[in-house]
């Protein structure tokens, strides 16, 4: 045997292990395609709620001040 694939031999994992390895990689993309999920739920209902909170702009623009009109004396 080279020592190259003595090398790569002594470090692959057995069958149950690496089967156990698959397992928790799946697991660990599946929390964190969750967690994006729930994430962007969560940014997309603070939106919502910021627009919802906020007055439109015609009213903002109808209750400012104005300066009043110049009368011709």
């Known amino acids: 045997m ?3 694939l003595a090398t790569a031999s002594g470090l692959a994992a ?3 292990s690496s089967l156990f390895l698959l397992l928790v ?3 660990l993309v599946a929390v964190l395609i ?3 999920w729930w ?3 969560r940014v997309a209902r603070r939106r ?3 627009r ?3 007055p439109p702009p015609a009213e903002a623009r109808r209750d400012s001040w104005s300066a009043p009109e110049q009368r011709p004396e």
């Open 39 to 41: 994430g962007s739920r």
């Open 14 to 16: 057995s069958g149950s």
């Open 25 to 27: 990689g799946v697991a």
């Open 34 to 36: 969750a967690a994006f």
């Open 52 to 54: 919802v909170a906020q």
């Open 48 to 50: 919502r709620d910021a």
């Open 2 to 4: 080279t020592p190259s």
